[in-house]
Structures are given as C-alpha cells and as structure tokens.
C-alpha cells in the first residue's frame, strides 16, 4: 500500500517563496512517475508540474512555468515543488501524486494511482 503525505504549505506573502514536500511510503519509489496537482474552492484539480522517476524529464502547466521547480530525492522518497514569486491565483490546496510502475511523464489527474490528503497553500497580497 503506497501513502503519501504532504507537508510544508503555508500562509504567505505574495513574492514570497515556499517549498512543499510530499513523502511516500510502500511501493518502490524509484519506479513512481509522481505530480503535482492543485485545487481552488470551486475549480477542477488543475496539473502542476509532474516528473519522470530519474528526474530525467519534467513537466509544468503554462500558469507556473519559470516560477516552480518540481524535484525528487529517491534516496529520501521525497518530492519537492520549490514555488517562487507566488501570487493569490496560486492559493489552493496542492496535492502530491504517484503512479507505479511508470516510466513516462504524466500529466493528467486520470493517469494516477495514489493521492496525498494536500496541503493548503493561501497567497495574500
């Protein structure tokens, strides 16, 4: 059974800069293609940035290219999502996701497997 857990959001200041983290427990790590997703009051799960399991190849949605970094540590079982120059379009509660046994990237909600409970990140100006 894979679990993951989400830590590290926040109350920020718009310009300010946080880095979430999500930590997986069962399953084999380094065959996880692994997400990020957000979720506004009222709007549909949104994709962030996803990457593949040896960080060979990322991904990031037009709203937060050149703003977010996704990364990984396997050794840690631990992904990041470094988030720079944040403003309150960026408030919502942003979920980690993995998918086993894949290679590719992946980027839409429908390709995953396992979900984090989220953690709310809330932007104010």
């Known amino acids: 059974q894979v679990q993951l857990v989400e830590s590290g959001g926040g109350v920020v200041q718009a310009g300010d800069s946080l880095r979430p983290s999500c930590t997986a427990s069962g399953g084999t790590f380094t065959s996880f293609a692994m997400g990020w997703f957000r979720q506004a009051p009222g709007k549909e799960r949104e994709f962030v940035a996803g990457?593949?399991?040896?960080?060979?190849?990322?991904d990031y949605s037009n709203s937060v290219k050149g703003r977010f970094t996704i990364s990984r540590d396997n050794a840690k079982r631990t992904l990041y999502l470094q988030m720079n120059s944040l403003n309150p379009d960026d408030t919502a509660n942003y979920f980690c996701a993995a998918e086993s046994l894949s290679f590719a990237l992946r980027t839409r909600a429908s390709d995953y497997e396992y979900w984090g409970q989220g953690t709310q990140v809330t932007v104010v100006s």
């Open positions: 990457i593949t399991w040896s960080s060979s190849a990322t």
